[in-house]
């Protein structure tokens, strides 16, 4: 597990060079109770293995590519690749682009 406090740590005064662009969000917001997190496009990379989730959707690539509906299949059960090939094009679109902006490690 880890937690990325990044962004909140750059909110502060806090100089940090940086040779990545941070994707965080600032939860300060959040935890004084003054504002709530807007939905947005969550990425995860690890090694060869990636996932991008929006709302209640899942692409991800562990070995084999799949796509998920995690409100009707939360355990990740039901691959839905062939039948939705639109989504899963705009989410790998969506990985290629958040890694060229953030980099690989």
Request: proline content about 5%; some cysteine; overall charge negative.
């Amino acid at each position: 597990y880890q937690c990325d406090w990044s962004s909140d740590v750059c909110s502060s005064d806090l100089k940090i060079p940086l040779e990545h662009e941070i994707d965080g969000q600032d939860l300060w917001p959040l935890l004084s109770g003054t504002d709530h997190l807007p939905q947005r496009t969550l990425h995860w990379l690890f090694g060869e293995s990636w996932a991008v989730r929006h709302g209640a959707w899942k692409l991800m690539q562990e070995g084999d590519l799949a796509l998920f509906d995690l409100e009707h299949d939360p355990e990740e059960k039901n691959n839905l690749l062939s039948r939705y090939p639109d989504r899963v094009a705009t989410f790998t679109h969506l990985h290629e682009e958040w890694i060229a902006k953030v980099g690989r490690k």
